[in-house]
Nanobody, 119 residues
């Protein structure tokens, strides 16, 4: 049984930083592209960043967020710096064997962690 468990969300002031973690179990972690998505209230879930051997960032977070992974720990991270109120959302970890980082192409999802950025 595959499990993805996010942690590290919380309340932070604008300009601050948070680091999200996602611990994976029940899958061969190194075989998967890992991704972070977010969903703001009333909006669609969208990709934020992805990583396997290379990385991808959404234009809205490029230069502020850093995705990384530790295959020995089966964990993927999202370092979020210079946070803005518009980054407020539930952040989800996801895993896929697809080369496409879209909601419909993810094989597994975590339950999400809430990030709130106050102005």
């Amino acid at each position: 049984q595959v499990q993805l468990v996010e942690s590290g969300g919380g309340l932070v002031q604008a300009g601050g930083s948070l680091r999200l973690s996602c611990a994976a179990s029940g899958l061969t972690f190194s075989d998967y592209t890992m991704a972070w998505f977010r969903q703001a209230p009333g909006k669609d879930r969208v990709v934020v960043a992805g990583i396997k051997s290379s990385t991808y960032y959404a234009p809205s977070v490029q230069g502020r967020f850093t995705i990384s992974r530790d295959n020995a720990k089966n964990t993927v991270y999202l370092q979020m710096d210079n946070l803005k109120p518009e980054d407020t959302a539930v952040y989800y970890c996801a895993a896929t064997k697809s080369a496409v980082l879209s909601v419909g192409d993810m094989d597994y999802w975590g339950k999400g962690t809430l990030v709130t950025v106050s102005s």
